[in-house]
């Protein structure tokens, strides 16, 4: 069964309820309106539940960058606050003494996978019900897609969300099944899933001048397994077939052009690669010990999430002098996904023409060199969770629209650093670095960063900004539509060095984030820096905005400015405005 998004209030249905050694008392997996478990047993009407919780970022998302995190509460949070407004334990894997805090998603600290259930991560209680589900109202809810249900729907493994209302009656059944229905669904199936293959080399092999097609359901025209094998002239076409798990295909190459897995060693030259299948990624490397090796090649990509190069599962991709199109929603030309990897890429050209589109989509680590890289309809590049992007002496442009695209509604941006909470990246320090080249934004803010903790240097970039309202940078929380963390405590923070860097634009912080800026080496900043309220009423952090110029480097100011601490060592040219700090000091000149 196909799954459509539905918005639906539920009529209450009355449930019978008969327990296992339950009491009075509120256990596990209960609250006065919740019942959570996970089916065990399946018996003509009624089910027998594990009761246990939901884990932070257990539902898979098929859409990116918005990343929709599973409804309910939500754990402490990355930004410095959780929800009473109390500091917590850092998000980068160190609290303020070095000693490892709590991980934010459910993740271990060991960076293991929660304990699973049915595909969604759930950590199971001690505590068993049975629960009549006659005349029960049930809806099924896979990834972000919701959809009117039946008993017969449900499965063993499954999770099951039961709302109560005041009087114990039910007020709506949520299978969360981790399951997908149809062609281009959402939903991962919980394990490694790569359907089939139009041809497959298993042993070691030099291969020129073949050509490679598929046109079939969930299947690779090419699929390469274990063998250490060089691709010569090849020509791979996949030319149709439908994709009946979109994250299985994200996630582990099922529909893919070209996949190598299973420890392959893959060497790929002047090869031209082309998809024109929904979910029909170019390249996939999958898994640990994987490389693909490819240069001098073309990979073009028409329908929707189908990214140039595809790296996850901690595979690697080495790439140099590449040419990539990509021409649908959520297909990034440089493209990782849950379980990242390592990717390199040097020379070429990279451009990714539709919505939800950056040019390089990293959970991963993403090196960058000596190449061109477009976003026609988005923005230019977005970092994900405790995953790296670095360039050097890269042409960078982004072109994010202010109507179209899962997260504009939120902010409108060329770099996007952020945690979605959906699983797919580990909570913890975003990296950013950029040397040499160009980083041009033709709408909105230049950097946009919310929900998690990062690092961006900066160093000889031309920055242009084609939006005259853009700010250079915007560090908020965010309203939490999109599942990124809970409203009021999902601010940023920021470490930003600038070295050698000339800056231009205004700075934004809300009162819920924080920004570290050392301008160093010489570094040039004109522009405004304010501390704003959070506009989602969050309790207010301390340090929101510390900025220290070195010897040699100049701050001017475009317009009164309110930060928290200012350590001038280098010379600030006030133009007749004002720095207000934290304590009430009002610096001018």
């Not at 990782?336 to 020379?347: A, L, N, Q």
């Not at 990246?425 to 040397?435: K, N, P, Q, R």
């Not at 041009?440 to 929900?451: E, R």
């Not at 601010?491 to 809300?510: E, H, P, S, Y």
Request: hydrophobic share 30%; with cysteine; aromatic share 4%.
């Amino acid at each position: 069964m196909k799954r459509k998004k539905v918005m639906a209030i539920l009529m209450a249905g009355t449930l019978v309820f008969s327990c296992v050694g339950c009491g009075s008392t509120t256990k596990e997996g209960e609250s006065d309106s919740t019942i959570t478990g996970k089916v065990t047993e399946i018996n003509d009407t009624s089910v027998t539940i594990q009761l246990g919780e939901l884990m932070q970022g257990g539902e898979p998302n098929g859409e990116k960058p918005d990343g929709e995190a599973p409804d309910g509460e939500k754990p402490e949070m990355p930004d410095g606050e959780t929800p009473d407004g109390e500091k917590p334990e850092m998000p980068d894997g160190e609290t303020p003494d070095g000693e490892k805090p709590e991980m934010p998603e459910g993740e271990a600290p060991d960076g293991e996978n929660p304990p699973q259930g049915g595909g969604i991560p759930f950590e199971a209680g001690d505590e068993t019900k049975t629960i009549d589900l006659k005349d029960a109202e049930i809806v099924e809810e896979s990834g972000q897609e919701t959809e009117e249900a039946d008993f017969a729907d449900i499965e063993v493994d499954d999770i099951l969300v039961i709302e109560l209302g005041d009087d114990g009656t039910v007020e709506s059944v949520t299978i969360k099944s981790g399951r997908m229905g149809g062609p281009g669904g959402f939903g991962g199936s919980g394990e490694v899933t790569q359907g089939t293959a139009a041809n497959t080399i298993e042993n070691d092999a030099e291969v020129t001048e073949e050509s490679y097609t598929s046109s079939g359901d969930d299947e690779n025209a090419l699929r390469v397994k274990e063998a250490t094998v060089t691709l010569d002239g090849i020509t791979v076409e996949k030319t149709a077939g439908e994709s009946s798990n979109t994250e299985d295909g994200d996630f582990y190459g099922q529909n893919a052009a070209l996949l190598a897995t299973d420890g392959a060693q893959v060497t790929i030259k002047n090869a031209k690669i082309s998809s024109s299948a929904q979910n029909g990624n170019g390249v996939f490397s999958y898994g640990e010990g994987t490389v693909v090796t490819i240069s001098d090649s073309s990979i073009e990509t028409t329908k929707d999430n189908s990214g140039g190069i595809q790296t996850t599962g901690g595979g690697t991709t080495k790439a140099s002098n590449l040419t990539i199109n990509t021409k649908g929603n959520s297909s990034a030309a440089i493209r990782s996904d849950r379980g990242g990897g390592t990717v390199e890429v040097d020379g070429g050209t990279y451009l990714s023409e539709g919505y939800n589109s950056p040019s390089v989509y990293s959970t991963a680590a993403i090196t960058v060199k000596n190449a061109t890289l477009t976003a026609a309809n988005s923005e230019a590049l977005v970092i994900e969770g405790q995953n790296s992007i670095s360039l050097e002496n890269c042409n960078v442009t982004g072109n994010m629209s202010d109507t179209e695209g899962s997260s504009s509604d939120i902010n409108v941006h060329n770099v996007m650093i952020y945690q979605s909470m959906s699983g797919d990246a580990e909570v913890g320090t975003s990296e950013f670095s950029m040397e040499g080249g160009s980083l041009t934004s033709q709408n909105g803010d230049m950097f946009y960063v919310t929900n998690t903790h990062c690092t961006i240097r900066l160093s000889g970039v031309l920055l242009v900004n084609q939006d005259e309202e853009g700010n250079l940078m915007t560090i908020t929380g965010n309203d939490a539509s999109h599942g990124w963390g809970e409203a009021g405590s999902n601010g940023g923070q920021v470490n930003f060095t600038a070295d050698g860097q000339t800056l231009d634009g205004n700075i934004v912080v809300d009162t819920i984030s924080n920004l570290n800026l050392t301008l160093s080496n010489g570094s040039q900043f004109t522009g405004s820096i304010n501390i704003t309220e959070n506009e989602e009423g969050g309790e207010a952090v301390e340090d929101n905005a510390v900025i220290t110029v070195d010897e040699g480097c100049t701050w001017t100011l475009t317009g009164d400015c309110t930060v928290t601490s200012v350590t001038d060592n280098g010379t600030i040219n006030f133009n007749g405005h004002t720095i207000t700090l934290a304590d009430g000091t009002v610096l001018s000149e």
